[in-house]
């Protein structure tokens, strides 16, 4: 099987900083893509950044210039920096990876989420 662990979710006044991870365990051969998506109350889970292996990058509109994703292969660990947070930003963060398993099956995997929440 496959865990991937989130941490580094909280309480945060507009303006302010916080660092997502998100680190996978389990048995991986290999980890494609990896991201970070959110789910606000009331709305739909939506895509915030993502990243390959190479480490190409893609983000949402609104978090452009502001969220920084990257990864650590050896470590089987994303990331999210995210500055210049602002209350349309609070929601659960949930990670997701694109995972080859050590049986060379493919399989996305979630994790729990961690709650980000921007209010002063």
């Known amino acids: 099987q496959v865990q991937l662990v989130e941490s580094g979710g909280g309480l945060v006044q507009p303006g302010g900083s916080l660092r997502l991870s998100c680190a996978a365990s389990g048995i991986i051969a290999r980890i494609n893509t990896m991201g970070w998506y959110r789910q606000a109350p009331g709305k739909e889970r939506e895509l915030v950044a993502a990243?390959?292996?190479?480490?190409?990058?893609d983000y949402k509109d609104s978090v452009k210039g502001r969220f920084t994703i990257s990864r650590d292969n050896a470590k089987n660990t994303a990331y999210l920096q995210m500055n210049n947070l602002k209350p349309e930003d609070t929601a659960v963060y949930y990670c997701?990876?694109?995972?080859?398993?050590?049986?060379?099956?493919?399989?996305?995997?979630w994790g729990q989420g961690t709650q980000v929440t921007v209010s002063s």
């Open positions: 997701n990876a694109d995972v080859v398993t050590l049986y060379l099956r493919n399989a996305e995997y």
């Open positions: 990243i390959t292996s190479g480490g190409s990058t």
